[in-house]
């Protein structure tokens, strides 16, 4: 059974930075690939970032935080996070992490296998 646990989130000004993690189990971490969606009240999900399972791999970022965002994983420790920077309000959603697991890949946010976290920046 997949277990996703994220945490991290919280209150941050404009401009700064949180870390978000997500603590993986019920799976063979290693071999698939991950990634963070978010969605913020009364919007549709959004894939923010993704990273594939072999260490040194390709990445993929949502546009709207290019330069921002980075997306990395610890697969000794199951473990991916986000490390987030220079945010801004329209960064403020919940935050959750996913599995591109068999038999249906990613759930997306309203199916999400965790609870998510809160990010919410503001001033």
């Known amino acids: 059974q997949v277990q996703l646990v994220e945490s991290g989130g919280g209150l941050a000004q404009p401009g700064g930075s949180l870390r978000l993690s997500c603590a993986a189990s019920?799976?063979?971490?290693?071999?698939?690939?991950m990634a963070w969606f978010r969605q913020a009240p009364g919007k549709e999900c959004e894939l923010v970032a993704a990273?594939?399972?072999?260490?040194?791999?390709?990445?993929n970022y949502a546009d709207s935080v290019k330069g921002r965002f980075t997306i990395s994983r610890d697969n000794a420790k199951n473990t991916v996070y986000l490390q987030m920077n220079s945010l801004k309000p329209e960064d403020t959603a919940v935050y959750y992490c996913?599995?591109?697991?068999?038999?249906?890949?990613?759930?997306?946010?309203?199916?999400?296998w965790g609870q998510g976290t809160q990010v919410t920046v503001s001033s």
């Open positions: 019920g799976f063979t971490f290693s071999s698939y690939a």
């Open positions: 996913d599995a591109d697991t068999p038999p249906r890949g990613y759930r997306g946010c309203d199916e999400s």
């Open positions: 990273i594939i399972s072999a260490g040194g791999g390709s990445t």
